[in-house]
């Protein structure tokens, strides 16, 4: 029996300075992976901080430089479906519909979505070795089954990756993280919120104890007219990605004048690499142009005994994805067409 104190706050400062004074205390919002993970004696909260009830950060909003802030607090479901971000951001809409279930989605919450954990088997078996889930006792994912693992950025102490779907189109639109903490507010750019795992793997991003996330921001710019999901798994619905790629392109005619490439389910973060988006820039949007984008991303990944098919299957998805980013009458959201 785990004994754990329960508070409803509705003020973030208070919150806040709660999950400061208490060594074991964690934030709540809807619970679809806290609770798993406590389920599964990987975490045991002494007090649990539900912040659900705090006013103002469940709005998805307009930003006076044109952008959209998204509550931490929106659900997934209200995100997805909301009209501006179907409108003018339809990646994330496609990114979170590929996502877990419509069950789940009415749960989770955009603040929770960024602080998902890995699904990394060992690290929910709490009977085997794991560095991120017990600092030290070694990794049993290098050695052992690690079809679903990662292939870029890993290191000798952990290989997993991240899931989440949403962020991997988050990544793509640079967005950026609100957050409260201690210390006061800062904004956290995306591609500097979650962390590669060196030899720290148990910590997953860089908040830093108390900080609330508040909201997410997206700029002016969703790429509407030319962006594309697609997710590859093992099953067609409730899986997470063995392979995903977020692709934004802006073009004038056939020529690429900016590209965004951001991929899921191959590192411990949304993995996007600048220099090919750059080498993009300028050419002419055909699939020899994406294929050596590919090769540029793909540089220095390194498959394990179970998962280097991953390396080609990511290749392959960046330049489909790509081409159906020309033509997003080719998709439907949520679903995907067969490789
Ligand atoms: C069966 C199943 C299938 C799934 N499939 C997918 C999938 O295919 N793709 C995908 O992307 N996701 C998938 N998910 C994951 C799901 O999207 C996440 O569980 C969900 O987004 C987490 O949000 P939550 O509000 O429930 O977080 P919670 O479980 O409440 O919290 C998660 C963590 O975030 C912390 N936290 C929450 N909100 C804040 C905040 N505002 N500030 C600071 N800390 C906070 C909590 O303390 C906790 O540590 C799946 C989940 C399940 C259970
Ligand atoms: S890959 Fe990471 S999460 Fe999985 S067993 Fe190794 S250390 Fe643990």
Same mark, same amino acid.
């Given at each position: ?23 074991? !205390?964690?934030? /709540?919002?809807?619970? +679809? ?5 406590w389920k599964y004696n990987i975490?045991?909260?002494? #007090? ?12 998805? %909003?307009?930003?006076?430089?044109? =952008?959209? &802030? ?15 971000? %179907?409108? *003018? ?21 955009? =603040? ?7 699904r990394c088997y060992y690290f929910?078996? /709490? ?16 050695? =052992? ?38 210390? =006061?507010? *800062?904004?956290?750019? $995306? ?31 969703? $790429? ?10 093992? &099953? ?5 990605? @063995?392979?995903?790629?977020? +692709? ?25 690499? %600048?220099? !090919?988006?750059? $080498?993009l820039k300028g050419k002419s949007? +055909?699939? %020899?142009? $994406? ?20 390396? #080609?299957?990511?290749?392959? /998805? ?7 980013? @020309? ?13």
């Amino acid at each position: 029996m785990n004994n754990f104190r329960y508070t409803h706050s509705r003020n973030p400062r208070e919150a806040i300075a709660l999950a400061v004074e208490t060594p074991d !205390a964690q934030y /709540v919002a809807g619970g +679809t992976n806290l609770l798993d993970l406590w389920k599964y004696n990987i975490t045991r909260p002494g #007090e649990l901080i539900d912040i659900n009830k705090i006013p103002g950060y469940h709005a998805i %909003e307009r930003l006076p430089d044109g =952008g959209l &802030r998204l509550g931490a607090l929106a659900t997934n479901a209200d995100t997805a479906y909301h009209p501006m971000i %179907e409108e *003018r951001y339809p990646i994330l809409t496609r990114a979170i519909l590929a996502g877990a279930s419509q069950q789940i989605r009415n749960m989770a919450t955009n =603040g929770g979505n960024l602080l998902q954990r890995t699904r990394c088997y060992y690290f929910y078996d /709490v009977n085997t070795p794991c560095n991120k889930r017990e600092p030290g006792t070694g990794c049993s994912a290098i050695g =052992g089954f690690n079809r679903i693992m990662a292939i870029l950025g890993t290191s000798e102490h952990c290989i997993a990756t991240f899931p989440s779907d949403m962020c991997v189109a988050l990544a793509a639109l640079k967005a950026t993280v609100n957050v409260s903490g201690p210390q =006061g507010d *800062r904004s956290i750019a $995306f591609g500097d919120f979650h962390r590669l795992p060196g030899d720290t793997p148990h910590i997953d991003n860089v908040l830093q104890r108390g900080e609330l996330i508040t909201s997410i921001d997206l700029p002016p710019k969703g $790429f509407a007219a030319n962006s594309s999901y697609l997710k590859i798994r093992d &099953r067609n619905s409730y899986a997470f990605a @063995l392979v995903s790629a977020a +692709t934004l392109l802006e073009l004038d005619g056939d020529t690429i004048t900016e590209a965004r490439i951001a991929l899921g389910g191959l590192a411990h973060k949304p993995w996007r690499i %600048e220099e !090919a988006e750059e $080498f993009l820039k300028g050419k002419s949007a +055909t699939e %020899e142009n $994406f294929a050596a984008a590919a090769d540029l991303i793909l540089r220095g990944a390194k498959g394990y005994p179970w998962n280097s098919f991953k390396i #080609e299957m990511a290749r392959r /998805v960046i330049i489909r994805n790509s081409m159906m980013a @020309l033509d997003p009458s080719t998709q439907l959201p949520g679903a995907n067409p067969p490789l």
